[in-house]
């Protein structure tokens, strides 16, 4: 008999165990958001910085100044929001702008002042939908995908005098496409999350052509080059387009609200 006693303290205990090894349920209280160990469910938004391989690569390829990646929103931040308990729907946008303007007269010069305009412009919009497997274990796995959309603009424009100027622009669009899955644990009684997402993601550029519009005297000359600097080929016509795709690897922290 104090065999059979102890062998169900024995039961009682692992099953004491296993049950504080899963995350709790949702419980609705007032003035409360998201109570210890829960998960977020239908209704609830979230915000997640997620920084991946392939958005590092966008970014080198839309600024050909290495120097200033800084500035060209990283890291990106997403918006989640639940439609259901395991259905959510994501968000990202990215926004970058720098304008600047130089004007003065050149010393020892005869050709007058100089006035010189630039301006760079990225944007980034990333839809996205994951579906989560399960509601009750530790670790939240899940698999989605999304969509990349967005364009790149420059112009630079340089005025020696009122005849004379030379104008380099571009404007190129960007599309994408990622398909991942994810797993995420969930922090204590916070309403944080950190995880890892891996999976394979496209990228296409259109238009990565730079146009150079010269003015000397009156006249008028145009051409297209690969480079902002017009070094290279010289074409009176030029379509360049380029693509990418591969593995892409992100870490994700997330904060979860309702």
Do not use: C
């Not at 977020?40 to 958005?55: C, N, R, T, W």
């Not at 412009?121 to 959309?149: C, Q």
């Not at 991942?180 to 238009?207: C, H, K, N, T, W």
């Not at 051409?223 to 290279?232: H, L, P, Q």
């Amino acid at each position: 008999m104090k065999k059979i006693k102890l062998a169900v303290i024995a039961v009682l205990l692992i099953a004491s165990n296993m049950s504080f090894g899963q995350l709790s349920t949702r419980e609705n209280i007032s003035g409360s958001v998201l109570i210890t160990g829960t998960r977020p469910q239908a209704g609830d938004y979230g915000l997640y910085v997620g920084p991946s391989i392939f958005s590092a690569i966008d970014l080198i390829k839309t600024n050909q100044n290495y120097d200033e990646l800084s500035y060209l929103g990283i890291p990106l931040i997403n918006f989640k929001y639940y439609k259901s308990n395991r259905a959510e729907w994501r968000l990202g946008v990215q926004l970058y702008n720098k304008k600047t303007k130089l004007s003065g007269d050149v010393s020892s010069s005869s050709s007058g002042p100089v006035l010189e305009k630039e301006s760079e412009t990225a944007f980034r919009l990333t839809p996205a939908f994951a579906y989560h497997f399960s509601e009750k274990n530790i670790l939240d796995v899940y698999a989605g995908g999304g969509l990349v959309l967005g364009m790149n603009s420059m112009s630079n424009k340089l005025e020696m005098d009122s005849d004379d100027y030379s104008y380099v622009s571009q404007n190129s669009l960007v599309g994408g496409l990622n398909l991942f899955i994810g797993l995420q644990r969930f922090v204590a009684d916070l309403p944080l999350s950190i995880g890892i997402e891996y999976g394979i993601s496209a990228l296409a550029y259109y238009g990565l052509k730079y146009k150079h519009e010269i003015n000397t005297a009156g006249n008028t000359q145009v051409y297209y080059t690969e480079n902002t600097d017009g070094s290279g080929t010289q074409y009176d016509s030029l379509k360049n387009n380029e693509s990418l795709i591969g593995t892409d690897f992100r870490l994700t922290l997330s904060y979860y609200f309702n």
